[in-house]
């Protein structure tokens, strides 16, 4: 793999991929439960996830590779994702009919 790809497979980016796979297979069983499933609304919400978080990623993590001094935006950004994702989970659960704590107010 060019070294310019390397982002690709480190353990933030499958973790974010996991994620997103998690949070999109929570999804989907929660709008199927709740009658409310459509396939616009499941290509609507892989725009911004694919997007947005894994090219965003991309992006900073091969701007800290270049400029080693802004290496904390990156790991930055990886937590506000994380944080985004573990949030958007927490909700589909909710969905599901898991009574989480708090998991309304995400």
Same mark, same amino acid.
């Given at each position: 793999?060019?070294?310019? #790809?390397?982002? #690709?497979?480190t353990?933030?980016?499958q973790?974010?991929?996991? #994620?997103?796979?998690?949070? =999109?297979?929570?999804?989907?069983? %929660? ?28 992006? #900073? ?6 400029? @080693? ?13 994380? =944080? ?16 989480? @704590? %708090?998991?309304?107010?995400?």
């Amino acid at each position: 793999m060019p070294q310019s #790809l390397d982002f #690709l497979g480190t353990t933030q980016m499958q973790f974010i991929v996991i #994620l997103i796979g998690v949070d =999109v297979i929570l999804g989907i069983l %929660g709008s199927v439960v709740k009658k409310e499933f459509r396939f616009g609304k499941l290509a609507k919400f892989m725009h911004a996830p694919v997007l947005g978080y894994i090219f965003g990623f991309a992006v #900073l993590s091969q701007v800290a590779a270049e400029l @080693p001094q802004l290496a904390f935006v990156a790991q930055g950004a990886y937590i506000l994702i994380i =944080v985004a994702l573990i949030a958007s989970v927490f909700r589909n659960l909710n969905k599901l009919g898991l009574p989480l @704590p %708090g998991a309304e107010k995400m």
